[in-house]
């Protein structure tokens, strides 16, 4: 390890630089963490304000603020913006800001690499929601973009849609790159693989996903954009393709893809929990293993998407057994959750609620999660509000909770300033009851058999549609109080110590708060 | 506060509704061996889910409660156990297995579409379904009813709003009944809650479901793949007769059938034709041109001063009988009489102040729809 | 150099070359994609094609044959089977026929495609002749026969007593939307 020493003797120190420049030519791993995280804080009231647009629209029966065409554009953005532009973002945001400071590298691997990674994801965004403005409108297919409905029956802006996709995927890809070549070569003397934080361990495997998933979701694209405008016949069944191959090709990326917006999550939360329990977390090694184990089984559990689109039997048993194996490393990991609060001593600040809240309803959701890997009963919830309750339930308590709990966690290291407690507890509870407002009864209508991406539906519906909408507007305008406390924590506030909470464990509480500029220029020692 | 005044209003909005009934919760049983055994199994999961739940959040909150610094725990020091993590990796296991064995079973059931004894192709079409009765020379488009009126608030909504069609799907009681699905242009979804039959519609591709229904009666479904524009408004209706009265509705659908193909050869008053032009326009055309001929966009083009409607006849009957090719205009010469569609053209034609005044022989269309063989 | 960087240079390349062979990968899925359904019949494809070796002749058995034809939307030919049902003992050639027509005014190409219905059964039905091995052209107000000549396979699992096959009739007109408003632009001047 003399090299890294040697290497970090070069680097010149300096501060950040002034004006906006200090934002468009960082390299500096906490400034492009920090805009990764605002961006993605942007995207997230983008795309929440397309929710808000939806669930206003479905407040009751009938057409009554937009157009069945815009809705479905509405739709389609809504899901794009959140899983590209707002969930993984934020998880890149937090990587890049809390991964060198937890391995003990100064920076991350390829900091220049890094500021491109970020700089192309505005331009890509601009392009995508560009297109709404666009003649025939923007991508109105559903974020699942199957074929023909993409492809044949595209408006003309599909070709926006397909570019922006590549430059998303590039970014990811690049970020992903980024994260192994940090974890796997700047780590400090003494911190071997088995040393490493949970957090670095789920973002490792999450990148490997990445590195294995964003390049097929860029060939899937680059196959419509040849059937679109070379004459090519992928998914085209007249020129002897077949529409069904976009979804197995889709899906091969997209079940990868939930993945990657909850293994960071699993990482953050057990994190938080042992902090707050005072208790070591249990069962480390399981749960890295567990977490390698959900990464592998989701590369072959890919058509239970797809259980309707009729699939041999043999291949229907294969992908539902496959599904429900799922559930064992996913249990074991919320067991080795509960096992650690366990005899613990326990305190509930903002970050252990958020925590908590994610264990149980993520839980729930990996409940309706495994309902709808048994296919006989996906024929009655497939493409129902049932999965909208589900995916729901898996990444807005699941993933958007663990963004959440990891950002008031780590807030105090960042800014150097102690949140507002109280502030951030009424935050946590109208979120949470807005949260469950909203998706909770998306089970029973979905249930009742309403389908999924319609403007308008049945009266027997209703009830439970106008309560979703209202509690969306609850969860909806309860993230301004969220902005409100980030911006006065980055004001003022109580300081924070070095430590920021009784004795949480890792290489990031060893450094002031706020984080210096440049951290670890002398590798700490691990013991 | 706020929260308070959200609760308030929703109480209130609810309260003003009785129309919404239900507060439905759970799924229906359906109608058919399968819909119960899917039925059972969803219950069965559901149940497993939620005694899982009740210990791993019993335990949760066990500790939550009693292990909290405020009422002086003290934390221990275990951080692992090889024999309770391998217990807890098993017992979900043999969990799983035990739940595999009956989805199994009802799966394979489900695919056993052998011995049925009546074939349907059911063809999905943006934005209606096609049901033609194997062998028994019987074919229509079943399209959505609901009028405009309600969906835009105009008028109350119906019981069977955005549910109800105007030729249902009609079925034998007690028969096994095989759907042979496809789609004429995107990907939708044939699914009837009832039968729990969900299949794909995949254009150049047939898939298979079945269903036996014992209990006449009608059953209501909906398209369940995002198919574009009106994907919420191409509603299922199915109607299960018992034996003899289905028997009696083929020989009526086959004589109907004939009747309106004997029509074409009618001549009607410009009046006739005006009147069931609107009507057939309304249904058929409404939903992309508007109901004033305004269009919609730059996707579905107005009619009112259009080009076609105002310009040479032959090309206007050709677009409308034969749809063109890549744009959303179909081809409707299978989708409407020969009336309909006489009548559909020469409205166009005439209304929203397009005065061309000319008018269209059924004939004329009749023989572009058979063309000169 | 420095070594960290060596290293790191290393791990980019080997991950990027990663990335580049999944951007590969995704493309390989589809050849595999057919080989799978050639195997499990997804879809009711039918790979199979072309002359077939003699097959003995099994008379205890029928099955009973659907045939259905079906338009892809805004193709405008009447299209339909000759015989919407046949009765053959597998082993037997059977030679039946579509008969499609082109109602326009314009000169249309047009494509077939197959699919067979349970998907199980779909490596059993060979086609030995089929009008979907090739593009159909059909001139203005012509029509023609179609033929079909299949044998079904006596291996064909014994719980499968009726195929569905299915022919779906795409346009597939070159420059199909410049020669159509040519088409229509020289009618409506000569009309």
């Known amino acids: 390890m003399n090299t890294l020493t040697r290497t970090i003797e070069h680097t010149e120190q300096h501060g950040p630089a002034e004006g906006l420049s200090r934002w468009f030519f960082t390299t500096n791993h906490k400034d492009i963490g920090t805009l990764y995280l605002w961006f993605s804080f942007a995207m997230f009231l983008t795309g929440g304000c397309m929710a808000l647009m939806i669930r206003a629209e479905l407040f009751q029966p009938g057409l009554q603020l937009i157009e069945p065409g815009f809705f479905n554009q509405m739709t389609t953005m809504h899901g794009l913006i959140m899983v590209f532009g707002a969930v993984m973002p934020a998880f ?59 492809t044949t029956y595209a408006p003309p802006s599909v070709t926006f849609f397909i570019f922006a996709v590549h430059m998303m995927g590039i970014s990811s890809i690049m970020g992903a790159i980024n994260v192994v070549v940090t974890i796997l070569n700047m780590r400090a003397p003494g911190m071997t693989m088995m040393k490493l934080p949970l957090f ?52 091969f990326f997209g079940h990868p893809e939930v993945y990657i917006m909850i293994l960071p999550a699993f990482g953050i939360v057990s994190e938080i929990i042992p902090t707050f329990a005072r208790k070591r977390l249990f069962g480390y ?61 326990m305190t509930f600040e903002t970050p252990m609620l958020f925590a908590l809240a994610f264990v149980v309803l993520f839980t729930i959701g990996g409940f309706s999660g495994l309902m709808l890997a048994i296919a006989p009963a996906d024929f009655q919830y497939h493409d129902t509000y ?138 700490p020692e691990v013991k | 506060m706020r929260v308070a005044a959200q609760f308030l209003l929703l109480a209130l909005a609810s309260g003003a509704s009785p129309a919404y009934a239900d507060w439905q919760l759970n799924m229906p049983r359906g109608v058919t061996e399968i819909s119960h055994a899917v039925f059972d199994l969803h219950m069965i999961i559901f149940w497993i889910c939620v005694a899982i739940a009740v210990v791993v959040f019993g335990v949760m909150f066990w500790s939550i409660f009693h292990h909290r610094k405020s009422r002086g725990a003290r934390a221990e020091n275990f951080h692992e156990n090889t024999l309770v993590e391998v217990i807890w990796t098993l017992v979900p296991f043999v969990i799983l297995i035990g739940m595999a064995v009956p989805a199994t079973a009802t799966l394979v059931k489900m695919y056993d579409s052998s011995d049925a004894e009546v074939d349907i192709q059911v063809t999905g079409y943006q934005w209606k379904w096609r049901y033609q009765y194997l062998g028994e020379d019987i074919d229509f488009f079943s399209s959505l009813t609901t ?227 | 150099m420095e070594p960290l960087k060596v290293k790191n240079r290393r791990l980019v390349g080997r991950l990027a070359l990663s990335a580049a062979l999944m951007f590969g990968f995704g493309f390989a899925l589809v050849p595999l994609y057919d080989v799978f359904c050639e195997i499990t019949g997804l879809n009711g494809k039918v790979t199979r094609n072309g002359p077939v070796s003699e097959m003995a002749i099994d008379e205890a058995r029928s099955v009973r044959v659907q045939m259905i ?6 193709m405008p030919w009447a299209f339909r089977a000759d015989s919407s049902e046949l009765v053959v003992h597998p082993g037997q050639d059977q030679l039946t026929s579509y008969h499609a027509f082109n109602p ?74 410049t020669a159509m408003n040519l088409q229509q632009a020289t009618r409506r001047t000569t009309l």
């Not at chain 1, 890149?92 to 220049?112: C, E, F, I, K």
Request: hydrophobic letters at 50%; glycine letters at 8%.
């Open chain 1, 386 to 523: 049932f999965v909208v309750a589900h995916f729901h339930y898996v990444l807005v308590p699941g993933a958007v909770f663990a963004i959440m709990a990891g950002v008031y966690y780590w807030l105090p290291k960042w800014t150097g300033h102690y949140y507002n407690e109280t502030l951030g507890k009424v935050h946590f509870w109208i979120s949470f009851i807005g949260v469950n407002l909203t998706f909770f009864p998306m089970h029973f209508i979905g249930l009742a058999g309403m389908p999924r991406r319609i403007p308008d539906y049945a009266l027997q519906f209703a009830d439970f549609n106008m309560v979703a909408s209202v509690g969306a507007f609850i969860f909806g305008f309860s993230q301004l109080i969220f902005l409100v406390l980030v911006i006065k924590t980055i004001r003022g506030g109580d300081r924070a110590p070095a430590q920021v909470w009784e004795h949480p464990q890792g290489l990031e509480w060893t450094l002031p708060s706020p984080a210096p500029y440049h951290s670890f220029v002398e590798p």
């Open chain 2, 147 to 373: 009028p405009r009126e309600q969906i835009n608030n105009e008028a109350p909504k119906d019981e069977n709003y955005l549910l109800e069609v105007d030729n249902p799907l009609v079925i034998p009681a007690g028969k096994k009944v095989r759907f042979l699905v496809t789609a004429a242009d995107v990907i939708h979804s044939w699914w009837v809650p009832a039968f729990a039959v969900k299949k794909d519609a995949i254009p150049g591709f047939i898939n298979e479901a079945w269903t036996n229904v014992p209990e006449p009666g009608i059953y209501r479904g909906q398209c369940a793949e995002l198919c574009g524009k009106d994907h919420g408004f191409m509603p299922i209706v199915v109607e299960v007769k018992p034996q003899a009265e289905y028997d009696q509705w083929l020989v009526d659908t086959r004589a109907a059938q004939a009747a309106t193909a004997a029509a074409a050869s009618q001549v009607l008053s410009m009046d006739e034709l005006m009147a069931k032009g609107e009507q057939v326009y309304n249904t058929a055309c409404a939903a992309c041109h508007q109901t004033n001929g305004q269009g919609l966009g730059s996707v579905f083009p107005a009619l009112k001063g259009s080009k076609i409607a105002l310009g040479d006849i032959e090309a206007h009957i050709d677009i409308v009988v034969n749809g063109k090719a890549g744009t959303a205009m179909q081809a409707f010469k299978d989708q409407l009489s020969a009336v309909d569609l006489a009548a559909v053209i020469t409205w166009e034609r005439n209304a929203w102040g397009n005065n061309v005044g000319d008018k269209v022989d059924p004939a004329t269309i009749q023989k572009l729809k058979e063309g000169t063989e």
């Open chain 3, 104 to 177: 326009t005014g314009r000169w249309m190409v047009a494509q077939a495609i197959p699919s067979v219905s349970p998907s199980e059964a779909a490596q059993y039905l060979h086609k030995v002749n089929c009008f979907c091995f090739e593009q159909q052209p059909l001139q203005a107000q012509e029509g023609r026969e179609m033929p079909l000549l299949f044998v079904i396979d006596p291996a064909l699992p014994a719980h499968i007593q009726t195929i569905t096959l299915s022919y779906t009739l795409f346009d597939i007109t070159p420059a199909q939307r």
């Open chain 3, 69 to 74: 034809a079906v338009n892809n939307e805004s």
């Open chain 1, 92 to 150: 890149v945001g937090l990587a890049n800001w809390m991964l060198p400071l937890m391995v003990g590298a100064p920076d991350m691997a390829l900091p220049r690499m890094n500021n491109w990674s970020f700089w192309i994801l505005p331009f890509a965004f601009a392009m995508m929601l560009s297109t709404l403005f666009m003649e025939g409108g923007g991508p109105n297919f559903g974020w699942t973009f199957y074929a023909p409905l993409s």
């Open chain 1, 200 to 251: 670095v361990w789920t973002w490792l495997i999450t990148a490997f996903l990445l590195i294995a998933v964003m390049p097929v979701l860029a060939g899937v694209v680059t196959m419509m954009l040849m059937d679109i405008h070379f004459g090519t016949s992928f998914f085209n069944a007249a020129g002897g393709g077949d529409p069904v191959l976009f979804q197995h090709v889709f899906w």
């Open chain 1, 285 to 345: 090694a399981s749960m890295v293993y567990a977490t390698a184990s959900i990464a592998f089984l989701s590369f072959i559990v890919w058509a239970h998407h797809m259980f309707t689109v009729g699939i041999p039997l043999m291949g229907e048993l294969f992908f539902m057994f496959a599904t429900m194996l799922i559930a064992v490393p996913t249990g074991v990991k919320v067991f080795n959750w509960v096992a650690t609060m366990f005899r613990g001593s």
